[in-house]
């Protein structure tokens, strides 16, 4: 239903201010992936958390979110009639029973944004990357709305929906790949000799600082690694290494496949 | 030569507080290694740019100092003078010449830390005088970011108070510990070096990403940001990576799937290879 350019609701509440501190913000589902994105949202100091109200059908994940400060219910419905912005983040098969449920209660001032695909762990430590598409009704200005509110936890950009697959096999999945990658770095250097703590420590670190430097340089990722080989040195045997090994061709594997997994499962 | 202990300075410069803000800070090199340690000290407010003294034979890596505010010159001997902490940042097989040059200017008040690739705590005593308080030190370049990873040794003179003064400053830059000397050379295979795997990590994810149509643009922001996502989870939780790993593995979800292509594909196996390539090459050129 579309939102009224007279500022005429339709269904049954009236129209709420867009400013974020007076939005009613509202989950459908409370586990990890809810859990992260409204950790960063407060931590952020986006949103009160007297504003949030969160439904699931058990206590064992709303606990954490009373401590937050969060409301809670058992009741999906209610969750839709006391929020603007709807986070849907319940598991892939429950949603359809969920979205007949509550549909009778979603009306044009209704922000509906599902999390069911394309959010990562991530937003929980604030780093994360999202990306969102829009469905036909909803315009520019939701769009902002979200990616001010989400870019707390951080990168938020708007994309074709088609791309939405393409994130899942590139870091929704990508951030296990990153780990797999910071794992075997620390063994490597076990192997030569370092204690395994202190190597998982640096390998940690090295990820990090690569990133940064990545992100705030904007430099393409070839100039980087070119900077770092001094002729005949260290850094270009290591490279040759990852060559044989043909590293970039797994990797481009890993997020084919990925990506054609969550297409398939789309379909489903 | 040491101090006496009633207070009279031996040699011409007498004993400087080990603050860190009235620290004089001198860099013998000015190249890449050195800018990046000096940028993150900078941008920590550790030491102010007019308490750092740097020298490099040509004026070429020389004017983003002086942008930065620090001083610089072409004499290496006036840095050692008016310098208590002092970075030898020189090429490796410029730096014997370099201390053979600054050796009649170095004194107890100094603190010599070397950054030079390759050149050992025993060689860098043996061409200093007796007693210099030396530490070696590997960082890496996102200390620019202040990002970096870096592990120090400290010579037979240098003592408590140098390790924690240079663990102190440095760990504005990035992370900064403490370790024997036999672990430097796997650092440059893990880390020095470990930056550019990860960029070659970076850009395969991207191209990936790009082949199933994604714009490159937006897929290296969000490699870059992937990256680092994950880091920060596994810094800040401190969980092991095989846990973490664990946890974004749905049962039959795309993330197992990629996982398996990344198992066919030995990517732990070529990623150890790297690091005991780099690790070994930097024992090699550490002898010659």
Redesign the interface.
């Known amino acids: 239903m579309p939102i009224s350019a007279g500022g005429v609701a339709m269904g049954a509440w009236p129209r709420v201010a867009m400013e974020a501190s007076e939005l009613w913000v509202g989950f459908v589902g409370a586990g990890r992936m809810a859990g992260g994105l409204v950790r960063g949202l407060l931590q952020a100091g986006k949103v009160p958390a007297s504003n949030v109200l969160a439904s699931a059908p058990s206590d064992k994940n709303l606990d954490a979110w009373r401590e937050l400060g969060c409301r809670t219910t058992h009741c999906n419905l209610e969750v839709v009639y006391r929020s603007t912005l709807v986070f849907l983040a319940t598991k892939p098969h429950i949603l359809p029973g969920v979205l007949e449920e509550i549909r009778p209660a979603v009306g044009s001032q209704h922000i509906v944004v599902s999390l069911v695909a394309g959010v990562?762990?991530?937003t929980?430590?604030r780093?994360?990357?999202m990306?969102f598409s829009r469905g036909s009704n909803a315009g520019d200005e939701e769009a902002a709305l979200l990616k001010s509110l989400l870019s707390s936890c951080?990168?938020c950009?708007e994309?074709p929906e088609?791309?939405i697959?393409?994130?899942?096999?590139?870091?929704?999945?990508?951030?296990?790949?990153?780990?797999?990658?910071?794992?075997?770095?620390?063994?490597?250097?076990v192997?030569?000799?370092?204690p395994g703590a202190?190597?998982?420590?640096?390998?940690?670190?090295?990820?990090?600082?690569?990133?940064?430097?990545?992100?705030?340089?904007g430099e393409?990722?070839?100039k980087?690694?070119g900077?770092?080989?001094t002729p005949g040195?260290?850094?270009i045997?290591?490279?040759?290494?990852?060559e044989?090994?043909?590293?970039?061709?797994?990797?481009?594997?890993?997020?084919?496949?990925?990506?054609?997994?969550?297409c398939d499962?789309a379909k489903d």
Do not use: W
């Open positions: 990562t762990i991530q929980l430590q780093a994360g990357a990306v951080g990168l950009e994309v088609s791309y697959d393409i994130h899942t096999g590139l870091s929704g999945s990508g951030v296990a790949y990153v780990y797999l990658f910071a794992e075997a770095l620390a063994e490597g250097a192997k030569m000799g370092m202190l190597a998982s420590r640096i390998a940690a670190q090295t990820l990090l600082g690569a990133a940064k430097m990545l992100l705030e340089t393409h990722p070839a980087l690694r900077d770092v080989c040195g260290t850094t045997y290591a490279l040759h290494q990852l044989k090994g043909a590293l970039r061709a797994t990797i481009m594997d890993a997020v084919e496949a990925a990506t054609n997994r969550a499962m």
